[in-house]
């Protein structure tokens, strides 16, 4: 097993140089190799990272969003009111799926079973809209689902 005091002060901070350039562990082992000619597991190089208490750099790479499935007709009225829209791939098992955001930001998943039924599965448990806000999901559902 390879250990740190094997290393010079000099190869341990070139090791830590590496390593703010952005070197990952298989490139940290490769040039040991390459340039110092000491052979090196992959497991004994992290343990020499964390010997020296080094922290590797990670990339962070912007995933890109990812939209939920809706039908070009959204129905979005004012800031604040009920926001519905249905989605193109439906549920399993369901006629018809989609979102909605009720007037006070809260959201839910609504479907509408084989039998006809409408459901409500809000992102709250225990979540009830206001009476205005169920008129008007209604009203837009209605519309989404002519």
Known sequence: MFSSSQLSDDQK???RQ???EGAQMAEI???MNDLWQIRVTYMDTRFLILDLGITLKTEVKEEP???EPTAETTLDADAGAV???RDEIVIPGMMFSGKVQFSDGEKALWYVDE???LGL???TSGYRPTQDDIVAFQTQLRQLVR
């Open 13 to 15: 901070n070139t090791i």
């Open 18 to 20: 590496w390593a703010e």
């Open 29 to 31: 082992q490769k040039r």
């Open 65 to 67: 969003k990812k939209e």
């Open 83 to 85: 926001r519905v829209s």
């Open 115 to 117: 039998s006809g039924r």
């Open 121 to 123: 599965d809000p992102d």
